[in-house]
């Protein structure tokens, strides 16, 4: 059995407070609690060390990214050029353990020919240069709208070096069949991410409120808050917080505007917490279906009623624990039954047989440990 892995973090992993590192925290945390000693990389821009994850990893080792607007100037896009290192090369070259490249922004050492005989791992996150295009079309400022577009042309001319992994572990149903269409000779298992949630754990009772959260500063998520302001709760005066990292100064104005919304920026992961497990109705919005939407998981685990679009869970199993519905006018109906509906014990159950299946930690930490085996023999 592998008792031992590098694993390539693209951020410092911790705080677990947006989508791409709560898939890097909590696998690290299932590998530790499953015996699976980690020798944790890190690329930091900003969150420095933190002693949390020296409980979980075996060592932790911290690299600067090189940001610079002369990156930008290389045909190697600026998220995997920024994230390059001689040190890192030399740290993974001193033992034989697996490498786990987390996200296309880890991988510039994947195809080098030092680590061509090694068991590497490329952990999907998202169809990037899709991902891009999508937040491109989203942006409202012009500078960073032709940044975008031109850092998914790159990522889609460097997606190819994935054929130098061992492993392709891909994250949604939609991404896999992508994968295994472009890539069909390459080894491509669907895994889902890894998550905070252990058991489904609704609070009982009845929320006053609807829920709007995610990481304001992407330009998916304020657009997504915005259309529920102009669309939804511009019609309905049901209260409603939409809760998130660094929004932008026109969304809060925007905000500022309906009596019955409430910002809450930055919040903690305890408040965090606390409002996903008080809100009576979650509203997630999206209008690009790409990767696994993380803070569907964690409201799925500890919230109470769930109103999605069809984007939202595009590529998972996750529509059966959901109100699924794209007409905006059907959502402000469900919004108003759903605000006053008991959340029922016959739900949880069935919420949880769902989530076991396809998202458990240790389900998916299984199926990693199945396919590592392979290389043994």
């Not at 998202?126 to 409202?140: D, F, M, P, T």
């Not at 302001?229 to 939409?242: A, E, N, Y």
């Not at 920026?265 to 939407?293: C, R, S, W, Y």
């Amino acid at each position: 059995m592998i008792n031992e892995i590098n694993l390539i973090s693209f951020d410092v992993p911790f705080p677990a407070n947006y989508g791409g590192v709560i898939d890097v925290f909590y696998k690290l945390k299932t590998f530790h609690k499953n015996g699976v000693k980690v020798h944790l990389h890190c690329f930091d821009y900003g969150r420095g060390k933190q002693e949390e994850l020296e409980k979980y990893c075996e060592k932790v080792y911290y690299y600067k990214r090189k940001s610079g607007w002369w990156n930008n100037l290389s045909s190697t896009p600026y998220i995997v050029k920024t994230r390059s290192s001689r040190r890192l090369k030399r740290k993974l070259m001193s033992n034989d353990f697996p490498i786990l490249f987390e996200g296309l922004h880890t991988c510039k050492l994947l195809s080098d020919e030092k680590l061509q005989n090694r068991v590497k791992i490329y952990r999907e996150s998202n169809i990037e240069h899709r991902y891009y295009k999508h937040l491109a079309s989203s942006e409202v400022n012009w500078f960073k709208k032709i940044y975008l577009r031109i850092e998914a042309n790159k990522l889609k001319r460097f997606e190819p070096i994935v054929k130098h992994a061992t492993h392709n572990f891909i994250v949604s149903q939609t991404d896999f069949h992508y994968f295994e269409m472009k890539y069909p000779n390459c080894d491509n298992h669907f895994i889902p991410s890894f998550h905070a949630g252990e058991k489904v754990r609704i609070q009982k009772g009845k929320g006053k409120f609807v829920l709007y959260h995610g990481n304001l500063s992407v330009s998916e998520n304020y657009k997504a808050a915005s259309y529920l302001l102009r669309k939804v709760f511009s019609v309905i005066d049901v209260p409603l917080i939409i809760a998130g990292l660094n929004p932008p100064e026109y969304l809060e104005l925007e905000i500022k505007s309906h009596p019955h919304v409430t910002l809450i920026a930055n919040p903690d992961e305890e408040k965090m917490n606390e409002l996903i497990e008080n809100a009576q109705v979650h509203f997630l919005f999206t209008h690009q279906a790409t990767g696994l939407k993380l803070k569907l998981l964690n409201v799925l685990y500890k919230g109470r009623h769930c109103l999605v679009n069809s984007k939202m869970v595009e590529g998972t199993t996750l529509a059966e624990c959901c109100h699924l519905e794209d007409d905006k006018d059907k959502q402000i109906l469900l919004i108003k039954e759903l605000i006053s509906k008991e959340f029922e014990a016959e739900e949880v159950t069935h919420r949880t047989n769902i989530l076991k299946e396809n998202y458990s930690n240790e389900v998916n930490f299984n199926r990693i440990m199945e396919v590592l085996k392979s290389n043994e023999n």
